[in-house]
């Protein structure tokens, strides 16, 4: 990500928030790349930390999957 997203709304900067789930553990996405090496023969799916992203303005939360 080269600069910090905006809001579609109000087009201001979003700012890095923290969403906890309930058993502690943090966000990622799965997606359709497989992992390199060993886990990837093992048919394991590439896993991505996501950051939620917040609006100050008006509270959108977004999230996105980091590279
Ligand atoms: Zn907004």
Do not use: F, N, Q, W
């Amino acid at each position: 990500m080269d600069a910090d997203p905006r809001c579609p709304d109000c087009g201001v900067t979003m700012e890095r928030v923290k969403i906890h789930t309930g058993d502690g553990l943090g966000l990622h996405v799965k997606t359709d790349e497989k992992r390199s090496g060993l886990l990837g023969s093992l048919g394991m799916k590439e896993s991505r930390k996501v950051t939620p992203r917040a609006c100050p303005e008006c509270g959108l939360v977004r999230l996105y999957a980091e590279e």
